[in-house]
């Protein structure tokens, strides 16, 4: 067995997507376990947009998105003249876009041991002069298969005391996946409950094969909650005003709107109560439960719907994605329920 800790080992795992309802309507056996040796919240209300780069890094952080700088999965920088997206490798390995100091950092600079595995944010070298990393980290891969990810994290367990980290972040994309193509209620966000579990189960038994059940200390969360969203239920912006001049950042169920300057009070009356379902607002009269005004990469337009609903450009790109729609989504205001994940800890 390994030999004692040096110190606690604060093991932080992700289940993206994971709403807090789930475990009593798929079944999650092994995270029922854990919150019955330790604490379960409510809910986990998330920072709006309920996205997930934007809630991992306030996880890490502290932050809420208008003071991190992460303000959506996609995102224009005016001072930069720079596009951040999730596809987009060299971006997200990019520190600059990175604000706040997640805790890895802290950590590492206090001369402690962090590992992560794929939290989003890790791959990135942080904070003031060529940045920080945690000391093991890898570049996304999502064919690694989950399995592989947790026999990574009891490898580092395995190693010597003085070399074992302190603090480790492990993410997994599920039941995320599941939830967006079938829907919060379907057997195949069920599923996908059910397999990030028994990721859970795997490592809780690789950490007692291992002695180190008293060393480390469990927290397990979720960035967001998920909607069930349906074809009927969606909103087309050039049906409602014209889109010529105005540059759109990210739109899902909410949206980053740049009109041409000048004309942003006129898109803004132009969308007030054109849809029942949709709010929209100039950036500094953002809703103050929202807290989404502080940063630059927040544009002068901001619109969202109501859970459940899903907005596009235009008609055609309404209906290329009606093919293959998404059942369920994220993304909506903090106070809906659905948008809600977990927090457990032990």
């Given at each position: 067995a390994p030999a004692p800790s040096a110190g606690p080992i604060v093991l932080m795992i992700s289940f993206d997507g994971f709403r807090w309802d789930y475990p009593e309507l798929h079944g999650a056996p092994a995270l029922l376990a854990l919150a019955h040796d330790g604490v379960r919240a409510k809910s986990l209300v998330p920072s709006f947009p309920s996205k997930t780069f934007p809630n991992h890094h306030t996880l890490v952080t502290g932050l809420r998105p208008e003071h991190h700088g992460i303000v959506a999965n996609t995102m224009w920088d005016p001072e930069w003249k720079a596009r951040f997206s999730l596809a987009d490798r060299t971006a997200v390995e990019d520190g600059r876009w990175w604000g706040g100091e997640p805790i890895w950092v802290t950590a590492e600079r206090r001369g402690l041991v962090t590992a992560s595995s794929f939290w989003p944010g890790s791959e990135a070298a942080i904070g003031e002069g060529d940045g920080v990393r945690p000391t093991f980290w890898g570049h996304y891969d999502d064919t690694v298969p989950d399995e592989k990810r947790v026999d990574e994290v009891l490898g580092w367990l395995d190693l010597p005391a003085e070399k074992r980290p302190r603090l480790i972040t492990l993410y997994f994309a599920e039941p995320d996946g599941g939830g967006h193509a079938h829907g919060p209620n379907s057997p195949e966000a069920g599923a996908a409950v059910a397999h990030v579990d028994g990721m859970l189960a795997r490592l809780r038994a690789g950490v007692a094969a291992r002695s180190l059940e008293n060393a480390v200390d469990w927290i397990v969360v979720s960035?967001?909650?998920?909607?069930?969203?349906?074809?009927?239920?969606?909103?087309?912006?050039?049906?409602?005003?014209?889109?010529?001049?105005?540059?759109?950042?990210?739109?899902?169920?909410?949206?980053?709107?740049?009109?041409?300057?000048?004309?942003?009070?006129?898109?803004?009356?132009?969308?007030?109560?054109?849809?029942?379902?949709?709010?929209?607002?100039?950036?500094?009269?953002?809703?103050?439960?929202?807290?989404?005004?502080?940063?630059?990469?927040?544009?002068?337009v901001v619109i969202w719907a109501d859970a459940g609903w899903t907005i596009y450009a235009t008609a055609a790109a309404r209906a290329n994605a009606l093919a293959d729609f998404a059942r369920g989504n994220h993304g909506y205001a903090p106070a809906e329920r659905d948008m809600h994940g977990i927090f457990i800890a032990a």
């Open positions: 960035d967001h909650g998920m909607s069930a969203t349906d074809p009927e239920r969606t909103i087309v912006l050039a049906d409602l005003v014209d889109l010529s001049g105005v540059a759109i950042d990210d739109l899902s169920v909410f949206g980053l709107l740049r009109p041409r300057p000048g004309s942003e009070d006129a898109l803004v009356r132009a969308l007030e109560g054109a849809h029942p379902h949709l709010h929209v607002a100039r950036k500094s009269a953002m809703p103050e439960r929202l807290h989404y005004r502080a940063h630059r990469r927040i544009p002068e």
